[in-house]
């Protein structure tokens, strides 16, 4: 199993980035699909999550803002995050669990920044 995060970057308050969680070894459409964020000094949030079965939940913090989708064609897991605030800056980590096992991508970093 391998998670392989992308599209982070530098945006502007208000800006938009998409995320994207390539995922290799299992199919995506059969687990749920989790995005995790650390900021310095924070604990690791649960973003967003999607089940099999078309699913999305959010967390309060990013509601109306993010928006967790997948490819099933492509095996990616998507965050398009909108709104962006300078809160949101942290590293996104895209996540999938079997059993008790997690699997976690290396992390791509965000900053919300003028």
């Known amino acids: 199993v391998q998670l392989q995060a992308s599209g982070g970057g530098l945006v502007q308050p208000g800006g938009s980035l998409r995320l994207a969680c390539a995922a290799s070894g299992f199919i995506i459409s059969s687990s749920t699909m989790n995005w995790h964020r650390q900021a310095p000094g924070k604990q690791r949030e649960l973003v967003a999550s999607i089940t099999s079965g078309d699913y999305a939940n959010y967390g309060d913090s990013v509601k109306g803002r993010f928006t967790i989708s997948r490819d099933s064609g492509k095996n990616t897991v998507y965050l398009q995050m909108n709104s962006l605030k300078p809160e949101d800056t942290a590293v996104y980590f895209c996540?999938?669990?079997?059993?008790?096992?997690?699997?976690w991508g290396q992390g791509t970093q965000v900053t919300v920044s003028s």
């Open positions: 996540n999938t669990k079997f059993g008790y096992t997690g699997y």
